[in-house]
């Protein structure tokens, strides 16, 4: 009786160790070619073994990636999310053309991409879109775009004859570049969320300006809603502070003139808040400054979530009789600005950070703001 040898292998169906006895060693079986299929070498596992090797965990985790208009917010989220920055090349032509290559891989992942499209607008939209683009092309799993400061909000409707309606634009240029879903900061207008077709989170800088008012304590605190059309964000802060409210009734003459009216609600001898979304060129906060002092305020105060800051604005600003003007920075602020000892600027990279960590997770969004 001849002897024979026992081997144990890996059974490919349940992984366990089984014995086979067998004469010799098997002889590979040549393909449809002719060709005999090298044999693996020692210690190499099996092509079924390798294929069911589990995937790197942190491949799993989500990505942030960022283009130039904002570096320091997105450095600033992804410290407090503990994920690293991103690798990219992002380079311009000699004739301005903007050139973006991903230095790592995004083959199904969840990427964040943060890009606010402030001055200059034109340039940062369109790193946005090439960004967006590329991440395409490159299989990420889920694209979001970040967009702390959403540029051309201000064209949402049609209130003259023969105008865009550029905040639609946008949305759709977004939606065609490649992006699925997008997380925005205080909309100029909440109704700015049904021109995107794709699924739009919308947050509020309330809780970090209203935290740190609180923090201020202001005696006969009143906050003052500068037009018609940001009444509710005023209501909603003055409810959260719990303080009275009142209305400062304006008339736009042209583009970036307005001239003030009058002030509805008592200010005499109070102290005011003025809350808007966006200063700009800060000629209508300077009048609704010298508008309450005149009806008796006794100090004026004003925050906003995106510091625009164009033309005049930092000089206005600098000149008034303002207390203090809070920001966020959704925006980074010029140099010139980061001078001025009335402008106070508060981090929302937290509030972002939350945000991102709620959409990857799949958790709900509008807790961040109970």
Partial sequence: MNNQDTTAVLSPI???????????????????????????????????????APRLNEEKRFKIFCGSANRALS??????????????????????????????????????????????????????????????????????VVIPYYGYARQDRKDRPRVAITAKLVADLLSTAGANRALLVDLHAAQIQGFFNIPVDHLFASPVLVGYFRELELPDLTVISPDAGGVERARFFAKKLEVPLAIVDKRRTDMNVTEVM?????????????????????????????????????????????????????????NSRLEQLVVTNTIPL???????????????????????????????????FN
């Fill in 75 to 144: 450095e600033e989220i992804c410290k407090f999310v503990g994920v690293k920055l991103g690798e990219s090349k992002l380079q311009r032509f000699a004739d301005g053309e903007v050139y973006f290559q991903l230095l790592e891989n995004v083959r199904g992942v969840d990427v964040f991409l943060v890009q606010p499209t402030c001055r200059p607008v034109d340039e940062h939209l369109m790193e946005l879109l090439i960004m967006i683009d590329a991440l395409k092309r490159a299989s990420a799993g889920r694209i979001t």
């Fill in 262 to 318: 009058n002030v509805i609600g008592d200010v005499q001898g109070r102290t005011c808040l003025i809350l808007d979304d966006i200063v700009d060129t800060a000629g209508t906060l300077v009048g609704t400054v010298e508008a309450l002092y005149d009806q008796g305020a006794k100090k004026v105060y004003a925050c906003a979530s995106h510091p625009v800051l164009s033309g005049p604005a930092i000089e206005r600003i600098a």
């Fill in 334 to 368: 010029r140099e010139e600005a980061l001078r001025v000892p009335k402008i106070k600027v508060l981090s929302i990279a937290g509030l972002l950070g939350r945000a991102i960590e709620s959409i990857h997770m799949e958790t709900s969004v509008s807790t961040l």
């Fill in 14 to 52: 349940s992984g366990q160790a089984e014995e086979s006895e067998q004469n010799s060693q098997p002889v590979p079986k040549p393909t449809a070619d002719g060709n005999t299929p090298k044999a693996a070498p020692d210690g190499a596992k099996p092509a079924t073994e390798r294929k069911r």
